[in-house]
């Protein structure tokens, strides 16, 4: 496994000259590179044969992550590492923490970024149903200006997102949450922190009973790409966290609705199983934190 | 196709003209011939082996390409002992037997004593967790793991 021959390399220090050196090339050609923890094993194993690499690494306006009284915004490339810690996620988007502290490895995360796992969109990614189930809005820039789009927008099937060639995404906002909102994923792979075989994330906010009054799940490691599930939302509506049947149910909902595959990792029947118990596990975590 | 780049390796600086393509783990180990980095799962990024410290952080030198590691400080198992004296983390691997054929151990070296750095007094399990990025197949993990414990706070 070896790079083709790249003929540029190139490493802009604004979004301006990145867009500038992407335009100079035709589309696909190419690769701007953020943790390349996923993009350069493609890059290895040729299934991209970029001419020119333009490294993200000096973009200083796409780094760290701010929260204020209007939400949070993290730049899309923040390290898993430092995604793991932040604290300003609170309850509400606690799930990426969640997420970020169980990808790959430490040197995985040490390098690896949020924007660049949304982008590739790999089917066994972590972030892409996190985006989802958290209802993150997504920020692009382009050579005709900048354009926002849901998570639910922006992700596609494997290894497909909605970007254009000549875009970067600039931003990763998350509005202000609701009070008593809490979120939650987890995942299940054949050995630590692997690929998961299936993970759930889990969004909810409470009202002042306890009872869910809004819901957003999103289920990951499914053949045709990461998706929400409709059954699951609309089955935890008024449910509280003491409710084990009314949650059962909602999820017994989400695993029949959703198509599951079988492979060498899990056939599909296991993957509903997992949807269930992970998804017991995350939503019983996304109350507690709503409670706090 | 090639860029010139300045790579400082475990103190020393290299400036050379290389291929874009090149591997940081090749750069190290073709370049700079400092072969202590080794390459275990021929550049899959999967067995840690080529694990470095860029700029203080444990990484996969064979994630990367040499050019985005230019201006960069680079740390190799070659770059922990200072004057022939081993670090507490080498002495307890010495001491613990956590090496068999040693091919692992440049990498779980450099990992670990990031980790140590970041959660100075580890449970078995942060160890562990810790050392997901790194095979083995000696399978020496429970020694490995003695001598992180061992090393933690010293």
């Known amino acids: 496994m070896y790079p083709a021959t790249i003929e540029d390399y190139v490493r802009p220090a604004t979004v301006v000259e990145a ?25 290895k194993t040729r299934l991209l044969r970029p001419r020119c690499i333009i490294d993200l690494q000096a973009v200083a306006e796409l780094q760290g992550v701010s929260a204020g009284g209007d939400g949070v915004r993290i730049g899309p490339m923040t390290r898993y590492a430092a995604l793991a810690t932040e ?53 692009l820039t382009g050579p005709n200006g900048s354009r926002t789009m849901s998570a639910d927008d922006f992700i596609g099937g494997p290894l497909e997102t909605a970007r254009e060639d000549d875009e970067i995404l600039v931003s990763l906002n998350l509005p202000a949450p609701a009070a008593n909102s809490g979120s939650a994923y987890k995942k299940w792979g054949l050995v630590t922190d692997s690929l998961p075989v299936i993970g759930v994330a889990a969004m909810l906010s409470t009202d002042g009973s306890g009872a869910c009054t809004s819901a957003r799940v999103a289920i990951g490691g499914l053949g045709d790409g990461p998706r929400r599930s409709a059954a699951a939302e609309s089955g935890l509506q008024g449910v509280s966290a003491g409710d084990g049947d009314g ?6 909902a989400a695993s029949d609705e959703t198509e599951t595959q079988s492979d060498m990792w899990a056939d599909a029947d296991y993957r509903k199983q997992l949807i269930r118990s992970l998804g017991a596990e ?11 | 196709m090639k860029t010139t780049v300045n ?19 090749d750069f190290i180990r073709e370049v700079a011939v400092q072969t202590g980095t ?3 799962c021929t550049y899959e990024g999967v067995c840690g082996a080529c694990t470095i410290q ?34 507490p983390l080498q002495t307890a691997f010495n001491e613990h037997h956590a090496l068999q054929c ?5 990498g779980i070296l450099m990992n670990m004593d990031e980790f140590l750095k970041k959660n100075p007094n580890p449970t078995e399990d942060e160890i562990r967790h810790g050392l997901v990025g790194n095979l083995c197949r000696c399978t020496g993990y429970a020694h490995i793991v003695d001598a992180v414990k061992d090393a933690a706070g010293k």
């Open chain 2, 54 to 87: 860029l700029d203080g952080e444990a990484v996969k030198s064979c994630l990367m390409l040499a050019v985005q590691a230019d201006g960069h400080e680079i740390k190799t198992v070659e770059g922990l002992a200072t004057n022939g004296e081993l670090t």
């Open chain 1, 19 to 43: 867009l500038a050196a992407l335009g100079r090339y035709e589309a696909g050609d190419a690769l701007m590179l953020a943790g390349g923890q996923s993009a350069m094993q493609a890059v």
């Open chain 1, 282 to 292: 995350v939503v019983a975590s996304a109350f507690a934190r709503a409670a706090n």
């Open chain 1, 87 to 139: 604290g300003s996620f609170n309850g509400a988007y606690q799930a990426l923490n969640d997420a970020a502290a169980r990808i790959g490895d430490r040197q995985v995360r040490n390098r690896g970024t949020i924007g660049g796992s949304l982008c590739w969109n790999y089917v066994a990614a972590c972030l892409p149903p996190v985006a989802l189930a958290l209802g993150m809005e997504m920020e």
């Open chain 2, 7 to 25: 790579i400082t390796i475990n103190g020393e600086s290299y400036e050379e003209t290389i291929p874009n393509r090149m591997l940081l783990v």
């Open chain 1, 247 to 252: 949650i059962a149910a909602a999820l017994q």
């Open chain 2, 102 to 106: 040693g091919y692992c151990t440049p």
């Open chain 2, 38 to 40: 080794h390459v275990g």
